[in-house]
């Protein structure tokens, strides 16, 4: 499966941004797709994934509440929409898609990747 992630800019603390993880070669149905940030000098981080069936997992501690993930099936795409930015969000942001049996926050669980967008926050 091939990811497309988009929907990335230079936006101002509090404002909001939506960004999509398209699919092609294959729906995702089936697949976890997850999305990661990797902020400058930093590691890949876990953000928050889902399941086709809709199941979500934790976010990740400091998006709690701001950031949402969601699905469309018939589009085949992984949207996660961030509101209330701040400067510390300032990452490039990936999506990450494998056929997990169980939600996995560790890259190297994730075969198949997006290009990543740049999400720039300023203050």
């Known amino acids: 499966v091939q990811l497309q992630a988009s929907g990335g800019g230079l936006v101002q603390a509090g404002d909001s941004l939506r960004l999509s993880c398209a699919a092609s070669g294959r729906t995702f149905s089936g697949y976890v797709v997850a999305w990661f940030r990797q902020a400058p000098g930093k590691g890949r981080e876990f953000v928050v994934a889902i399941r086709w069936s809709g199941a979500i997992t934790d976010y990740e501690d400091s998006v709690k509440g701001r950031f949402t993930i969601s699905r469309d099936n018939a589009k085949n795409i992984v949207y996660l929409q961030m509101n209330s930015l701040k400067p510390e969000d300032t990452a490039v942001y990936y999506c990450?898609?494998?056929?997990?049996?169980?939600?996995?926050?560790?890259?190297?669980?994730?075969?198949?990747w997006g290009q990543g967008t740049q999400v720039t926050v300023s203050s």
């Open positions: 990450a898609a494998d056929r997990l049996a169980r939600f996995r926050a560790d890259v190297s669980e994730y075969a198949y």
